[in-house]
Each structure stands twice: as C-alpha cells, then as structure tokens.
C-alpha cells in the first residue's frame, strides 16, 4: 500500500512538474528603434526571432515614442511597448540608425533604459553602430565588441576601455553579442537562437532564409 501510494505521490509530481514547464512564458525579445533605425539591422534580427514559434519565444518593438516613426529608408513603423511600459526583457537587441552616432548617444533616457534592461538580460546584442549605444551605457567597458567595420576606430577612440575588434563579423564576450551590422545582424541573431534552443534549431532556421556555407561559418566559429 506504502508503495502504491509512493508510486501514485511519484506520478502527480511528474504530471506537475511537466504542467509547469509547458507553462513557462515565451522568451522575449525586444528590439529598441528610436527615429531613423537602418532597415537591415532591424530587419534582420526581427526575422531570425519570428521563425522560432510564439509559444517559446516573442518578439517586441521598444521605442522612446508610440508615435509613428520611419526607418532610414521611409519604412513607417510604430513600436509594440516604449521604454516607459516595456516588460522584462530577456534578448536586449539594440540595431543602429541615423542617431547612433552622435544623438541617440546624448538621450539619457534611452541609455539608463538600455542600461537598465541589459541588467535583467539574458543576452546583450547590438549590430552596425548600435555597439556605440551599448558603450554609452557602459555594457562594453573592459570587454570585446565590434561594430560597422568604418567604425572600429572611432568606437576605440571613444571608449578606450572597450576592446574593439576589427575584421570580425560577430565577437562575443559573455552575454554581450555585437555584430557588424548588415548580413552579420542575422548571422548573430542566430547565434543567440543556438544558445537559448540548440544548434539543430538555428540551423533549421539558417536553412529557411537560404543562408549558404559561409554564413553557417561566421555562425558557428563567432569570437
């Protein structure tokens, strides 16, 4: 009887613990555009994460605005959540755009949120200039990073204590991803896919948006 009765005890936390981790929320993944961001590095990342299925992982536009901007490119956009509302983000994903360079630099508040998110963050991304903002918040001191390859001297200069890598596609330093920017932005959004679900699904992935060997290179031999 003790036994059957153990047996059953057994089975219920079983059914429990299965119940709880079918219930675990999605990943969330917000993307931060402020006014004029550069289309592929948006773009990228954003189609990398909405291959991987809603139930395990969601997809936010943050913004300093819900007003309606538009891309470097005229593309209209509006944001999901701003930096006022944004819930818990576990993939801090920061593009670059026309502003990265100099005044997206000067918006502290938009660097205390960027600041602020990343310390909650499973994973710290940024591509093409965007490595300028996570600097300004202080996310690349004594660390390696990369940025758009015309950049890496003016990243140096700025912050010294960041230690910038030229010539690399993707560097990566504990939980802070930066990428070059254009192509790369996938290549490093399928980085953190690999990390959060596996190889076999970031290269299922890869395989969807026609990605050809050497981009499957830059993904699985990434500093």
């Known amino acids: 009887m003790a036994r059957a009765l153990s047996t059953a005890c057994l089975t219920v936390l079983l059914l429990v613990g299965i119940a709880g981790a079918e219930q675990a929320p999605p990943i969330t993944v917000g993307i931060l555009l402020l006014n004029q961001p550069f289309i592929t590095e948006l773009a990228g990342p954003l189609d990398v994460y909405h291959h991987v ?7 936010l536009i943050v913004s300093d605005t819900d007003r309606e901007q538009v891309t470097y490119e005229g593309m209209p956009f509006r944001a999901n959540v701003t930096i006022d509302n944004a819930p818990k983000i576990d993939v801090l994903v920061v593009p670059s755009g ?3 360079l100099d005044a997206d630099q000067k918006n502290e508040r938009v660097i205390n949120w960027i600041r602020k998110a990343a310390r909650e963050a499973r994973f710290v991304t940024s591509h093409c200039e965007g490595a300028f903002l996570l600097a300004a918040a202080g996310l690349l001191d004594g660390k390696d990073a990369t940025t758009f390859p015309t950049d890496t001297d003016a990243l140096q200069k700025k912050y010294a204590s960041c230690r910038v890598q030229k010539g690399q596609r993707i560097v990566i330093d504990g939980n802070v991803i930066t990428s070059a920017g254009g192509l790369a932005s996938y290549e490093a959004a399928l980085y953190v896919v690999k990390r959060l679900f596996g190889k076999d699904e970031a290269m299922t992935i890869g395989s969807a948006l026609v990605f ?3 981009n499957f290179e830059a993904l699985t031999s990434a500093r």
């Open 98 to 100: 026309a502003g990265s």
């Open 53 to 59: 299925p809603t139930e395990r992982l969601r997809v």
């Open 212 to 214: 050809g060997p050497s």
